[in-house]
């Protein structure tokens, strides 16, 4: 940002509301302003009022098309959206109205401004932004993962959960009523399992997902788990999925912990009991340890102390091997 624009950006932020309004209209009707920068300065303007005069910065960016068309900036772009947002908290179905009387701006109504809709209107009731998803009709965009996205607690998730079943519940068995399914599910997956085995693991049982629901998704991946809770999950997995679900998913945490973090990896398998998700970590393990280093491998399985797992892990060790010298 240059220096201008700097300076520019400081003097709007000690304006309050109706000060902005008048310099918007100042800007804009300045003869000795050039249309490329009056078009920036006007875009940053509305920005940065977005959140406290939604209804004029969206009366403003209807009537004026060229702050949020083109390849220019994203600031016009971006204040639709923050005051879509904020309009929907305080008056979510005139926002909704607004969106509908849109038929000759097919350039604001965006699904990201339906989503901003929803998420406005469902950070304060979650029931009411799923009524603003119904009113919308359209349950295969960003405004169906926009409820799930505002559900950062444990409490919230369930509430998300709640509604999305009771309007699933209205809704014809169909490819839409199973994205909008889908997509919430998903996300609501992906964040409890962010926040952590013991409380994610347990919410995700007390929520009632049937056991094809939590295999179906990409949730349960390396990269959204602590390190230190990836044998934890692997061992839950195992109970909770089902088993060719749960075989698949587990082979993939094992080969991304063992690549990310192969002693803490190496470690939990010594310590793993028998079972169908220890074998599933094991060949998954040596897999991705033959694949990097056969010869690291050998000398891991040959430290194993049951001789019918070492027979075992030497024949895996062996095929793998052999796969890899014959491409």
Same mark, same amino acid.
């Given at each position: ?34 249309? !490329? ?44 959206? =923050? ?7 305080? !008056? ?6 607004? =969106? ?41 965009? @960003? ?74 998704? /990409? ?53 793993? @009991?028998?079972? /169908?998700?220890? @074998? ?13 280093? /056969? ?7 040959? @430290?194993? /102390? ?22």
């Amino acid at each position: 940002m240059s220096q201008v624009a700097s300076r520019f950006l400081e003097g709007i932020l000690l304006l309050d509301g109706d000060g902005r309004v008048r310099l918007f209209h100042r800007i804009k009707n300045h003869p000795g302003v050039g249309v !490329d920068i009056k078009e920036g300065l006007l875009s940053m303007l509305l920005r940065v009022s977005a959140e406290e005069n939604p209804r004029f910065v969206l009366r403003v960016l209807r009537e004026t098309p060229e702050l949020v068309s083109g390849d220019r900036d994203s600031m016009g772009r971006d204040a639709v959206e =923050i005051a879509m947002r904020s309009w929907a908290k305080v !008056d979510p179905y005139a926002a909704l109205d607004w =969106i509908r009387r849109l038929k000759d701006r097919p350039d604001l109504a965006t699904p990201a401004v339906k989503a901003a809709l929803v998420a406005g209107a469902g950070s304060v009731d979650v029931a009411r932004g799923f009524r603003m998803l119904e009113e919308l009709g359209d349950y295969d965009n @960003d405004a169906v993962g926009s409820l799930a996205q505002e559900a950062n607690t444990a409490e919230q998730r369930t509430a998300v959960l709640t509604e999305m079943r009771k309007l699933a519940a209205t809704l014809e068995p169909s490819m839409e009523r199973t994205r909008l399914e889908n997509r919430i599910t998903i996300t609501l997956l992906d964040k409890a399992v962010r926040e952590g085995f013991g409380n994610g693991s347990r919410w995700i049982s007390d929520a009632g997902f049937s056991k094809q629901s939590l295999g179906n998704g /990409p949730a349960f991946d390396y990269r959204n788990m602590k390190g230190e809770e990836v044998g934890d999950w692997m061992g839950w997995i195992g109970v909770q999925f089902q088993p060719d679900a749960g075989r698949v998913t587990i082979s993939n945490l094992m080969a991304s912990w063992t690549k990310a973090d192969y002693l803490s990896a190496s470690n939990w398998l010594r310590g793993a @009991d028998p079972g /169908p998700t220890r @074998d599933a970590a094991f060949a998954a393990f040596l897999t991705s340890v033959t694949e990097s280093s /056969p010869d690291e491998a050998r000398k891991w399985a040959m @430290d194993l /102390p049951d001789a019918a797992e070492r027979e075992r892990a030497m024949d895996l060790i062996g095929k793998v091997a052999s796969r890899g010298a014959g491409k």
